[in-house]
């Protein structure tokens, strides 16, 4: 963390969000002192009283608390599950404080389980460990926990530090330091309460930056930033990366994992977005999905606003009509997309089953006696033959649907891929891993919002 003062800032920005994104219907209230002096922690500590910690305890604090110390002794909220911090008094080993029922816990799992036949330790006995070594940070927490392990020193002499919630289904969880568990801790208090203020406005910035330059051909940097944002429960950059991740392979998982709780997000739901691209997508995902696959579109259906019902009830009945026809963008695009997948659909490559057909009845043995030559099995009966024949056709194909990008538009500021293409099997086999990406690579689109 560097000097002492460089806690100061972060923590009177972590101060004023936490007031800015307080509920007082759902919250606890807060403190006087803390909306008076718009900080959630305390008077800092000296010196002198620092130096008395660490003699009780009998080690020297990691340089990143023992800073923090010296900005607040103590700290009110940090995160979601963790109410109170400990000051400089406070610090005590985790085994000489009522909460060691942690360790007794994580001791009794070790027995219960067996190490392997390598030798290896079993499930636990690791993690009891070092609960069993600790520095408790937190004094008040949601069935969670904040550690500081000093068997576990890195050069600077930062201590591992760990997060453990019994309801989270995970071990404890390692950190570098006590200041990026902070961090971490920051980080999801974003993710879950989303409040207004500096690092909202910044991510949403970096968000819209990184959309325009997908626009314009950029591939990784915007998915690094989307993932960042998403981390700080940005919901915009996750629409936005599923555009570039659906087109760089599995769009089925993709796109249900985006749906999945979007019954509760009518920005989305009732976006132009949502009509023209992700409704085709999900009935199509519905009818390949695999019993265990999640299925958003039964969900919708049950849970989505009632405009949103009647859309999709109205779509999936107009899709059931003979002859429908897809729609993929404005009438251009939609026509250099279509005399594409129209004439790969044609092909008799294409109208072949994937696989033989299932035999269920009993296996009826014919000789063949001729007297002539035997005939030559139909080639389109193997599968093998079948992939190949489809695979040229894309590969000579390829270049016409590549070139039909230039006429593509978004419909809506959130649009960055032309991901609606998956929902016509024929162009679903055509965009493989890599020729998604070329696409994102392509400079693409005239519609809202382009730079």
């Not at 599923?242 to 993709?254: E, I, P, S, T």
Request: charged content about 25%; overall charge negative; some cysteine.
């Amino acid at each position: 963390m560097g000097e002492c003062t460089a806690w100061r800032p972060f923590l009177e920005q972590w101060s004023a969000e936490w007031i800015a994104g307080h509920d007082p219907e759902k919250d606890a209230p807060l403190a006087p002192e803390v909306v008076r002096d718009t900080w959630l922690g305390f008077a800092p500590a000296s010196e002198t009283e620092v130096a008395a910690a660490e003699a009780r305890l009998g080690r020297r604090l990691p340089p990143s608390l023992r800073q923090f110390l010296l900005v607040t002794n103590g700290w009110r909220d940090a995160g979601n599950f963790i109410y109170r911090l400990a000051g400089t008094a406070e610090l005590e080993w985790l085994r000489d404080t009522d909460d060691r029922t942690w360790i007794e816990v994580w001791e009794d799992l070790a027995e219960d389980e067996d190490g392997d036949e390598d030798g290896e330790e079993a499930f636990g006995v690791q993690e009891a460990k070092v609960l069993a070594r600790s520095l408790r940070l937190f004094l008040e927490g949601d069935a969670a926990v904040m550690l500081l392990d000093p068997d576990d020193v890195d050069e600077d002499g930062e201590w591992a530090a760990y997060w453990l919630a019994s309801w989270s289904g995970e071990g404890p969880e390692r950190y570098s330091s006590f200041h990026d568990l902070m961090r971490r801790q920051w980080v999801s208090f974003h993710a879950l309460r989303k409040p207004p203020g500096a690092t909202r406005d910044h991510w949403d910035t970096e968000v819209e930056r990184a959309r325009c330059e997908a626009l314009s051909g950029a591939v990784d940097g915007p998915l690094s930033v989307f993932a960042q944002a998403h981390d700080y429960g940005r919901e915009r950059a996750d629409v936005l990366s599923v555009q570039m991740k659906a087109m760089l392979g599995d769009w089925r998982g993709h796109v249900a994992s985006l749906m999945w709780y979007c019954p509760g997000n009518d920005d989305l739901l009732l976006s132009p977005l949502f009509a023209a691209e992700l409704l085709p997508l999900l009935v199509r995902q519905d009818q390949l999905a695999h019993p265990h696959d999640l299925r958003p579109l039964p969900r919708l259906k049950e849970y989505a606003p009632a405009p949103v019902r009647a859309l999709v009830a109205d779509y999936e009945a107009r899709a059931a009509e003979p002859g429908f026809w897809l729609t993929f963008g404005g009438p251009e695009f939609d026509a250099a997309v279509h005399a594409v997948a129209d004439r790969l659909a044609g092909k008799p490559a294409f109208q072949a089953p994937d696989e033989p057909p299932n035999r269920t009845g009993p296996i009826v043995v014919s000789l063949y006696a001729g007297g002539g030559p035997r005939p030559e099995a139909d080639p389109l009966s193997d599968p093998a033959k079948v992939r190949a024949a489809r695979a040229a056709l894309c590969d000579e194909a390829w270049p016409e649907l590549h070139a039909a990008l230039r006429l593509w538009e978004p419909v809506c500021e959130d649009h960055i891929a032309p991901i609606s293409l998956f929902a016509d099997p024929v162009l679903a086999q055509m965009i493989t891993p890599d020729r998604g990406r070329e696409i994102l690579a392509t400079s693409r689109g005239t519609g809202p919002g382009l730079p």
